[in-house]
């Protein structure tokens, strides 16, 4: 067993989780926006906190963009300050959903000087990854129909393949795409990458640089998410998570809130089918919206929360799991897993870190810093940015 904890911390140590610009913003629903002291007036404050989120948790090195929401003028600049700061850019985000000319799609739209427009900004997303040094554009489309016999649901699908194979010529040999999918929302009669099967099609036909990014928010209820996961691994398509958790559709709420369980499994297939390793190249990213509670305690939280998932997955004793599973003993092979899971892993986290020089709790390292005190302080007047802003 002490094998199996040493490999786990050193597991845990080399772990990356990227963090979301938009999760440290206000952001709300569509009926209020519960504006919060301090938040990040900036692309370069937002930085300034996701640095705290690093220093604190000791695994958030890498930020992900959002373009147009952090337009700067000077995106090498950008990296720069990122790097004073210990942090790198990470998945640059599109937008194609937020013009009026997007009302019947984007990438899918009937009109091709609507195509057009959209295919510019994703080609302009690629160069300012050439400036940020980021690797990945992470592409999620807002496109579908919300009437049956409203566009032809075929020639959407050759007018996708189209919008993506331009942009894919585009990408440098080190860079990809990530091809995010959704169930509905907004569109809500048919969605144009509506699951995983879409986008690893699309993925195929581009090439091996286009991956499928699993947004665990996105799917119909009582889906097997770790099915997907592990699918997709040993196709070798796995390029990403964008981690949140959900009750109801795309709640947005932090990772391993509403269903840790659901967490461990996803994270159980990924340990197990090599999604760790380095070169398998997955990005653990967060996608979140934290619309009532602190932001930056909510990234800290949610990346403490893919830890624990992560160190139960690594805590799994293989061995007795696949003896269990030869031997056709069922119960044995769930409780091998249930073992795992129902393990307090929060004592050997607090050794990570202590062995990291950190704090061993950085929720209360956090707000012991008094970092909040400070932005509450000097961040006034201005435009707070925010999911949209
Ligand atoms: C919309 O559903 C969404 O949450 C997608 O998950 C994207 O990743 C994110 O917005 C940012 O565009
Ligand atoms: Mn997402
Ligand atoms: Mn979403």
């Known amino acids: 067993m002490t094998v199996v904890r040493d490999a786990a911390k050193a597991a845990l140590k080399a772990q990356r989780i990227e963090t979301p610009s938009w999760g440290y913003g206000n952001s709300g ?33 890498e930020v992900s963009l959002h373009i147009p929401w952090d337009r700067v003028d000077d995106y090498a600049a950008l990296a720069a300050y990122a ?70 649901i075929a020639a959407r699908q050759d007018r996708l393949a189209e919008s993506l194979a331009e942009v894919y010529a585009r990408l440098g040999d080190d860079q990809r795409i990530l091809l995010e999918y959704k169930l509905f929302e907004p569109a809500f009669y048919a969605t144009d990458v509506p699951d995983w099967g879409t986008s690893y099609a699309h993925c195929l036909r581009l090439g091996p640089k286009a991956r499928v990014v699993v947004d665990t ?27 949140n958790s959900r009750f109801y559709a795309d709640d947005d709420l932090m990772v391993g809130s509403a269903d840790p369980f659901q967490l461990f499994r996803i994270m159980h297939e990924v340990a197990k089918n090599g999604g760790l390793r380095t070169e398998t190249n997955v990005a653990f990213m967060l996608d979140q919206c934290h619309n009532i509670e602190a932001k930056i305690p909510a990234v800290i939280r949610s990346v403490m929360n893919v830890q624990e998932a992560t160190a139960k997955a690594l805590l799994v004793d293989r061995d007795a799991l696949t003896a269990a599973q030869a031997a056709g003993d069922v119960l044995a092979a769930n409780a091998v897993l249930m073992d795992a899971y129902n393990t307090d892993v929060r004592p050997l986290l607090r050794e990570v870190r202590e062995e990291q020089g950190l704090n061993p709790d950085p929720v209360a ?25």
């Open 29 to 61: 629903t569509r009926f209020k926006v519960f504006a919060q002291p301090g938040v990040p007036r900036t692309p370069w404050e937002k930085l300034d906190d996701a640095s705290k989120v690093h220093e604190f948790t000791g695994v958030a090195p």
């Open 83 to 152: 790097k004073e700061r210990g942090l790198e850019l990470g998945a640059i985000n599109s937008n194609t959903f937020q013009d009026d000319d997007y009302r019947l799609g984007s990438v899918c739209h009937p009109d091709p000087k609507v195509r057009r427009k959209a295919v510019d900004h994703l080609l302009d997303c690629v160069d300012i990854m050439d400036a940020t040094g980021s690797k990945d554009l992470k592409l999620w489309f807002a496109d579908g129909t919300n009437y049956p016999g409203q566009d032809d």
């Open 217 to 243: 928010g996105h799917h119909a209820p009582g889906t097997n998410i770790e099915f997907i996961v592990a699918f997709l691994l040993r196709e070798g398509r796995l390029g990403g998570f964008d981690f």
């Open 365 to 389: 390292a956090y707000a012991a810093s008094g970092w909040q005190e400070r932005i509450a302080a000097e961040r006034v007047g201005g435009e707070q940015a925010g999911w949209g802003a």
